[in-house]
């Protein structure tokens, strides 16, 4: 599986943008990036995934650069709820379904 | 509509012992896949099962074992338990398709605490 690399951890001002960064540099072409979330005592809780376009739901936009070696979550309105450790995931299309997560990005929403 | 469940939600069991975890899939689901959380953390892959039969395996030794029945629900064996078993065990589910890109689905998890 392809690795990602996410910063151990990041604080976000409640009420802004937070906008989490993840590298992919291996990433191949059959590959999505998958973004899941985190919060104490419970599941990871789907975010988003994209290939190559940029991507947007209720939750959360994924931007992915060209050349799809790096991607950046954002959460438009942080708010204390987002408090999380958010996992960057990249998944084969073909294959192989697994998830391979990595320690993630420790995320704590400041008031 | 229901997510996906597990149970139980915290089991207590002492080394040597065996255990059993269930999990239902999200509706709509036909494959499940177990993964093993240690304190601080990202979850790591166990196995994957899919029409009753498991799939893709992750390093884990045969200790592991698993079970999917004909309405899709999962079990998950633990045998032998060591202290190093001590973990949250997550269940996911999701659609089997090939290609697939459809998001995995987890539950909340069973925290089993190893004595």
């Known amino acids: ?32 990036v998958y973004w899941y979330r985190q919060i104490h005592s419970q599941g990871p809780q789907y975010i988003i995934h994209g ?22 979550l954002i959460l438009p309105h942080a708010t204390l709820r987002d408090t999380a450790v958010y996992y960057c995931i990249v998944r084969a299309v073909y294959g192989n379904n697994r998830l391979a997560f990595g320690k993630g990005n420790q995320v704590v929403v400041i008031p | 509509d229901a997510g996906v469940t597990q149970s139980p939600t915290h089991l207590i069991k002492t080394r040597g012992q065996q255990v ?6 999200k509706s709509g689901h036909d494959t499940v896949s177990w993964y093993q959380q240690a304190l601080g953390q990202g979850p790591q892959f166990i196995f994957q099962y ?24 999962s079990e998950l064996n633990v ?37």
Request: aromatic share 8%.
């Open chain 1, 1 to 32: 599986d392809a690795k990602t690399t996410q910063p151990t951890s990041m604080d976000c001002a409640e009420g802004r943008a937070a906008n989490l960064p993840c590298n992919h540099s291996t990433i191949s072409g059959n590959e999505y």
């Open chain 1, 51 to 72: 290939l190559k376009n940029n991507e947007t739901n209720e939750m959360a936009s994924l931007i992915i650069t060209e050349d799809r070696k790096s991607s950046t």
């Open chain 2, 20 to 25: 059993t975890l269930r999990c239902s899939p």
């Open chain 2, 50 to 73: 899919y029409e009753e039969e498991e799939r893709q395996r992750g390093n884990f030794p045969d200790r592991f074992s698993g079970h999917q029945f004909p309405n899709y629900s």
């Open chain 2, 79 to 115: 045998n032998a338990l060591l202290l190093g078993d001590s973990a949250l065990y997550l269940c996911a589910s999701s659609s089997w398709g090939v290609p697939s890109n459809q998001p995995q689905h987890f539950g909340d998890g069973t925290r089993l605490s190893i004595l």
